[in-house]
């Protein structure tokens, strides 16, 4: 199968206007309705969606470190329209309809150097994005941003769910506040409104340009873009021609419409790795869990992980159960120094003695099975980069194909942020080196993910969450049963989240007071609910053998080509469901915060007449996440689009459910 298939209907049209009556687009459904105008000098936009406001008189610009631009005026307006659907190379699903209005507004100075920039809208049915562009000009060649003055006027102070600015590599629980109270955050921003509409503020294809991040003006419902500054002050440097990152909205009329909106990957360029049959999705374990819990090293000495007799074993069991790959870290040598604050001292050609990469990879393509590369700067991107090429080159020859990389540093090179424009551009230079060498990445302490996997579907999955090793050593007692109820809405809508579920073991030997606050039921549920293109069972394998449950986790795919989302609310409950993208069939996880509730549940999105061999592990009796983890119930039966279940889900319990086609 080639990676995209293209079906195209394109139609344009063009006129120019002066008229402010003029500046405005609607989606193709006629719901959404932007409008741009003028004022004072100043530009601004609103949206509404089926006639009630959106945003409010929003103003747009920028401040430059030297000439601004003042006393601009819209010297045009064009319109077009444009309708494709693209086949994703790995995704939620296969297709995408990526079908919009547009309206460019030219805007130009008044007086003095009459130096000019579009603004372009796209309208699509679930949402907007928008977007600077500065055309080539005799007198704006090299320009430097000191502000982004685009703001998002939201009509009330709304509900709204999201991470402070600042938190290192997004590792933050997501908060509920309403927007009149929150201090500058990152992005995405989730927004429940009164009238049922769920929004989300993100921006997409972040491209030699800073992170947007989102602050509230004088405590009102005005939200004004901050871009991550370099240390030096400045936020962006540019040249024309030049654009910025899309910025979008998406406005969804329920929490599955958010989830399932594909907005921001529409925005994203096209594919531009040609041959795309050595990117793969997959399922792999590790030895990085058994550090957390002390039984090994990151570095070598007694006891070191990463030891060839180790990673064997851990390839015997890959190999057993089905896994395509096994992650190693700490194979290469500069883990004895003080990496994080040393990272130079890594080398990414070298290992450790005990370690034999020729022999490791030897060994795991005779059963059919890979090693999963990694990369630890600790932030030390120059080393990285002059080592990168040659690092990327030797996983090559020995059939190492994806590598997890780690930015474990506050301040990359100890003085920039990852979501500056010095990280972003370091980050898309590893993401394209990679490419060259047929290397698929897992970047970990990334910049928040914006889409750039339709262009490089090798950059698999990102972490930019507070994932579950938290679980293993953080002082709060690790993540509470309501975050993996809310991550799927807000960071799960940049892109997908490497957040490790798989816990079959609860307790901690190292901490004691900090564990995984979930049933093992929910665990198994996590598999689907938490999308990622490159899945991770991290738990040591002595704890998976003989159970039972394991068996999910060894049968759920890792692509797949429908999602539904039958039943949803933020930070109380969520079911998924998904059909393999290999066969016909479906997958379905549950899970609910720390309330015990009833699952109720049909099938209208199976076929119809068809019956399924469902096979359902459910929390067992007395389970409980703080008390009983481990009670589980595994029943089979016969399932039809016709069914309606009703299952009892433990406090910070779960539910995940295999359906099995006849005719696979």
């Not at 609860?506 to 007071?513: G, Q």
Request: include cysteine; charged fraction near 20%.
């Amino acid at each position: 199968m080639k990676p995209y298939i293209y079906i195209m209907t394109l139609t344009l049209f063009f006129f120019s206007c002066t008229s402010m009556e003029e500046a405005k687009v609607t989606s193709p459904d006629k719901k959404i309705t932007v409008q741009a105008g003028e004022e004072n000098g100043r530009i601004y936009y609103s949206i509404s969606k089926n006639n009630t406001p959106v945003l409010d008189k929003s103003f747009l610009g920028f401040t430059f470190k030297t000439n601004n631009f003042e006393n601009v005026h819209i010297s045009k307006v064009i319109h077009s329209s444009f309708s494709e659907t693209w086949e994703q190379v790995w995704g939620e699903e296969i297709t995408v309809d990526n079908t919009y209005n547009q309206m460019i507004v030219s805007v130009e100075e008044s007086e003095g150097l009459k130096r000019k920039f579009d603004i372009v809208f796209r309208v699509f049915d679930d949402g907007i994005g928008f977007r600077y562009e500065f055309p080539a000009q005799e007198n704006m060649k090299e320009f430097t941003i000191i502000d982004e003055n685009t703001e998002f006027n939201f009509t009330e102070a709304h509900k709204s769910w999201s991470i402070p600015y600042g938190a290192n590599y997004y590792e933050a629980l997501y908060e509920p506040k309403p927007l009149n109270r929150i201090d500058t955050v990152s992005t995405p921003l989730t927004i429940e409104t009164e009238n049922g509409l769920f929004l989300a503020v993100h921006e997409a294809n972040l491209t030699d340009y800073a992170s947007m991040n989102l602050t509230p003006q004088n405590g009102t419902s005005k939200l004004k873009v901050y871009l991550t500054p370099w240390s030096t002050g400045e936020k962006v440097f540019m040249k024309t021609p030049g654009v910025t990152p899309w910025r979008t909205i998406i406005i969804a009329g329920s929490l599955g419409d958010l989830l399932l909106s594909r907005l921001m990957l529409n925005l994203n360029e096209s594919n531009r790795i040609n041959d795309t049959s050595w990117i793969k999705t997959g399922r792999y374990i590790g030895i990085w869990w058994g550090m957390h819990m002390e039984k090994y090293t990151w570095t070598t000495g007694p006891k070191h992980g990463a030891i060839t007799a180790n990673v064997k074993r851990y390839i015997d069991f890959a190999a057993k159960h089905g896994f395509s790959g096994v992650l190693v870290e700490g194979w290469n040598t500069g883990w004895e120094n003080n990496w994080t604050v040393e990272g130079d001292k890594f080398s990414f050609t070298t290992a450790y003695p005990d370690f034999d990469l020729e022999e490791v990879t030897r060994y795991a393509a005779s059963k059919g099975v890979s090693l999963i590369g990694h990369h630890e700067t600790g932030g030390a991107t120059l080393n990285y980069e002059s080592q990168m090429d040659s690092a990327f080159a030797l996983y090559n020859k020995y059939g190492v194909s994806v590598v997890k990389t780690g930015y474990v540093s506050p301040l990359l090179d100890g003085k920039e942020r990852n979501s500056s424009q010095y990280g972003v551009r370091h980050y898309r230079k590893v993401i394209e080196t990679a490419a060259k060498y047929k290397i698929m990445i897992d970047n970990h302490e990334p910049v928040m993910p914006t889409g750039l996997q339709r262009t490089y579907p090798n950059l698999m999955t990102q972490e930019g969450v507070r994932g579950q090793e938290w679980d293993a050593w953080s002082t709060d007692g690790g993540n509470p049963p309501e975050h993996t109820t809310i991550i799927p809405f807000t960071r799960g809508l940049a892109g997908p989240m490497d957040f490790t579920p798989g816990t079959f073991l609860f307790e901690n030997p190292v901490f004691p007071d900090t564990r995984v606050w979930t049933t093992l039921a929910k665990q198994l549920a996590l598999s689907v609910v938490i999308y990622s293109p490159q899945k991770t069972a991290y738990e040591m394998i002595e704890n998976y053998e003989n159970n039972p449950a394991f068996e999910f986790i060894t049968s759920c795919p890792t692509n797949w080509s429908e999602t539904v989302v039958p039943d949803a609310k933020i930070g109380e409950y969520v079911t998924i469901a998904r059909k393999d993208r290999e066969s016909r069939n479906w997958f379905i996880g549950s899970i609910t915060n720390a309330e015990a509730r009833t699952l109720n549940l049909g099938f209208a999105f199976l076929e119809n007449g068809v019956k399924y061999k469902a096979k359902i592990f459910r929390d067992g009796k007395d389970a409980h996440y703080k008390t009983n983890p481990y009670p589980i119930e595994i029943e089979e039966m016969e399932i039809t689009s016709e069914t309606n279940l009703t299952i009892p889900q433990a406090p910070g319990g779960g539910t995940a459910i295999m359906l099995i086609h006849p005719n696979t």
